[in-house]
C-alpha cells in the first residue's frame, strides 16, 4: 500500500462530500469520488464504497436527499443534493473544522520552535 | 438536544421503514454498486489497463463490498430484531442441551409463579373485582357511626322514610336501590320450606345493570301496591332446589301464605344481598318497621361519577342531621355518616388473610427466583470460557447481558406457562377450601384476562430478578482470567461464591419468615379452637324456627306454640336439654341503648339483647357467675326480669352488686307490640360468652325472658346425650306434629356452626401458610442441595488432594456439611430476626398467642435446620467417596 496516501479521517468523508454537494450541485457517488480524489491530488486513500456508507448516514440525518435521474452517458443513476438542514450542519461542521485544525497546527508548531 | 432527539427518531423511522421494505431496496443498493464499479473499470480501462487488470482494480479501489452491504444494514435495518431472533435460537438450543437445569429451574418457577397466579386470581376476583354488576366500584351504602362506637360498628339498616329521602338525594346518587332481607316459607306437598328472600325497590335491576337469564326482570308496574304477585328467582337456589327446571317459570308458588308468580331467572352471576328469590316492594314514607322489628332496609347507591368518597359523606352527613332532627331516638347523639363499598362489610376480615397469603406468595417466589439465580450463576461458571471467547471475538458486553437476559426470559415464560397450569389446578382446590360466607356470593374465581396479564408481568419481574445478577457477574470478568484458567477453580473460592452463597442465606431467611408465621397462624387457629367460648358447644343441635307470620302476632300466640314444643322435645328419648332464644348461638342478640336507673351518664351506653326461656343457660352450660338465672315461674309470668353477662356488670356496673338493679332497653320502648315500661330488673350474671363474630371478642349482653317477645326469629336448642346430628329428624318430626307450617332452618350442631362461621378464615389461613411453608422448605432444599453438590464437584480435585495428604472420608464429611450449614445457619439467624421484626404485622392475625413465641420460632428453627442439615448430606458423602486417583486424574 502506498505509504504516503493518508487515511481519510473518521467524519471528515461527512464534510468533505457536503462541501462537494454544495459546491457542484446534485451528484451520483461515482462524481463525488471522482471529485474527492480531483481535489486532494491522489494523497487520500479513500475505500470509494465508505462514500456510500456516509451518503446513507447523512439521508437518515436529513442533511442530504437521493433521487434517481440520468447520468451524461444516458444511465440510470441516484443523484444526491443537499438540504437546507444539510447546509446549517455544512457550516457548524466547517467552523469546527477549521477551529480544531487551527488549534492542532498552533500545537504543532509550539512543538518544533522549541 | 431536541434535534438530537428528533434525530435519533428519525433514524428510527427510516430503519423500521428499511425493515418494512427490504428486498426492494438491497437490489437497488447492489444496483448502484455495480454501476460504480462498471465505471471505475471503464475509467482504468481509459488508461489502457486490461479489462482483468481494471475490473481488479476497480474492486480495490472500491473496497469490500460485503461489509458495505452489512453497514448499511445496520443502518437501515433493525438488526437489533434479526439478533434478538438469533439469541433466542442459541438460547433454546443451549437449554435444551442442559435439559436438567432447564427442568429444574422451571419447574421452580413455575411453583412461585404458580402459587402468585392462583392467589391473584382469588385477590382479583374477591377483593379487586368481585361484583359484576354496571359502576360496581361506585356502588357504596351509607353507615351511621356513632362517635363513641367502635370503628367498625353502627347501623346501616334504615326505615322506610329513611331509605326514600336518601334515594331522592340526587345530587349524590344517579341510581340506588333498597332491599329488605324476608324469610320466606314456601309451602309444597312435602311440607315447609324456609328460602331466604329480599325485598326490592323500584328499578332494581335497572340499577344493577343485568337483565334475566330466562323469562323477564320486574318492571314498573309490578311494584305497584294491589299489582299481581310476582318475584324472581336467583340461578344457584333454581340449580339447587328446582334442578334448572324451566317449566317452573311463569308458574304461581305459595310464598308465606301468599301466591305469587315466577317471573324470571337471573343469570349465574346475579346474587344480590345472597338472596334465593327477589320480590318487589314499594317503598311509603308512611310504613313502619318491616318485619325484622327494627330499621331494615339496607339502601345502596351508586355514587355520581366523579364524586369522592369523602364529599359523598360530607353531603350524606347533611341528609341524616336532617333525618336525626325528626327522629332523635334514632341517632346517636353525634355521630357521621360512613361511605362504604359492597364487598366491604362481605370481606372486611377476610381481606388480612388474603394480603397475608400474598405477602407469602411474594415470599415465595423470591425463593424460587433464588433458586434459579443459584443455579444459574453455578452454570455461568462454567460457560466462563464460552463468554471469554465471545468477547474475545468482540462481542460488547451489552451483547452478552442481552443473550443472558433472553436465556432467563425463556425459562421465566416456560415457569409461567407451567405455572399457570398449576394455578388453573391448584385455584379448584382453594376455592373448595375457602370459607363461603367470606366471600361474595357474585364472586366467581377463575384465571381471566387480567390475571393472565400479571402472571406475564410476574415472570417478566422474576427474570429481571434471578437473571441480572448471573448476567453482570459473567459478563464482567476478565477475559484474560478465564481463558488462562484451566476452568476447574482450585481451594479458594472463586469470586462469585459469595454471590451464591448469599443467595443461599437469603433463601433460608424467606423460608424461615414463612415457616415461623405457618406455626404460628396455626397456633392461633389452635388457640382459637381451644378458645373458651364462654359455653359447651359439644352435643348441642340448633335449628331455626320459622314461624308463619300470619299465624304467629302476638307473644300469646308464640308462647302457645313454643312452650308445648319444648316440653315434646324434652321428652324424646336421648335429649337432655331444650331452649328457645331469638338468636342462633354464639351470635349475640339485637343492639340497644341501654339506661340504669340512678347511674347518670354521657356517653351512650349500649348493650346487645336477645329473649330466651328458662333453660337456656343450662342448655348451652353458661356459667352463672352471681345471683340465679330465670325461673320458670318468671318466664311463665313474663316477668320484667334480665339476666347480665359479665361484661356488662364490668362496664356499666363495676364495684356495685348488679343483683337488684334496674336497666331500660329504649329500643323496646320504640317497637311496636311491647310494653312502654322497659325498666328490667337485673337478677344474675353469667359467665361471658363470644357475641361478637366473627372477630371474636364480648360486648355487654342482656337476656330477657322470651314470653315478653313478638314472634320474630326463634330459636330451638337442644342437648343432647348422643351425637346432635342424629336427633335431626325427631326434632322436625315433634316441630311438625305441633305445626306442619313451620319450616326449620340453619339445622345444625353448634360444633359445625361455629367451624364454618368462625374457624373456616384462620382456617383457610393457616392451612395455606403451611402449604407455602411446605413448598418454601422443599425449594430451599433443592437451593442448598444444588449449591452444595455444584461447589464440591468443582472441589473434587481438592478434596482429592486432601485425601491423598491424609484427610479422612469424616474430615472431608465434616468440612462439606459444615460450608453448607455456616451458610444455613446465617440465614436463619437473618430470618429469626425478620420475623421479630415482622411480629407486630402478623400479630393482629394471631389469637391466643404471640408473634414471639418461642416455641413455634424454636420448632421451626429446629425444622429448618434438620432439613437443611439433610440436603447437605448426600453431596457430603459423594465428596467423602472421592478416589484421590480419580479426583486427581480428572482434569
Known sequence: MDTKKSEVLQGTLDLMILKTLQALGPLHGFGIARRIEQVSHDTLQLNEGTVYTSLLRMQQQGWIKAAWGTSTNNRKAKFYSITKRGQKQLEIETENWERISGVIGRVLRLETER | MASKLERSLQGFAAKLRGFLSRQGHDAEFDDEIQEHLQLLTEKYLTQGMSREEATRAARRQFGNTTLLRENRRELQTLTSLEALWLDLRYSLRTLWKSR?????????????????????????????????????????????????????????????????????SSQIFDGSVATEEDLVLYRHGGGTDQLYGARVTPGAFEFFGMPALYGRVMQPRDYEPGAPPVFILRYKTWKERFGEDLSILNKSFVLNGTARTLIGIMPPRFGWYDADLYIPEKLTRSAGVGPAGYPNWFFLGRLKPGLRDEQAQVALTVVANGLAKLHPHDYPAQFTVLVKHIGDTVFEHFKATLYIVLTAVGLLLLIACSNVANLMLARATTREREFALRTALGARRARLIRLLMIESMVLALAGAALGTAFAWGGLKLLVASMPQELIPAEAVIQLNAPVLIFTLCVAALTALIFGLAPALQLSRRDINDSLRDSGKGMGSRSQDGWLRDAVVVGEVALSLVLLISAGLLMRSFVALRHANLGLRADHVFQTMLVLPAERYKTTEQLVQFVRPLLSRVKALPGVVDAAESSRLPPYGGNQTEIDIAGKAHLENWQSLFQYVSEGYFRTLRIELRQGRTFSEAEINNARKVAVVNETFARRYLANQNPIGQRVRLENLETEANTPQNAWFEIVGVVGDVTNRIPQGGVDPELWLPYTLATPGRQVLIVRTAQDPATMMDLVRKEVWAMDSGVALAYSNTLEGFINERIYAGPRFGSIMMTIFGCVGLILVTVGVYSLLAYSTARKTQEIGIRMALGARPADVLGMVIGSGLRLVLGGIAIGVATSLLLGRFIGGQLIGVTAYDPVTLGATTLLLTLTAASACWIPARRAARVDPMIALRDQ
Not at chain 2, 105 to 132: E, K, M, Q
Request: proline residues 4%; charged residues 20%; without cysteine.
Open chain 2, 100 to 168: 436438567a437445569f432447564a427442568a429444574v429451574s422451571i419447574a421452580t418457577l413455575a411453583l412461585g409463579i404458580g402459587a402468585a397466579t392462583a392467589i391473584f386470581s382469588v385477590i382479583d376476583n374477591v377483593l379487586l373485582a368481585p361484583f359484576p354488576y354496571k359502576g360496581a366500584s361506585r356502588m357504596v351504602f351509607p353507615r351511621i357511626h356513632g362517635a363513641e362506637q367502635d370503628e367498625d360498628e353502627g347501623r346501616q339498616g334504615y326505615t322506610a322514610a329513611e331509605a326514600l329521602e336518601l334515594a331522592e
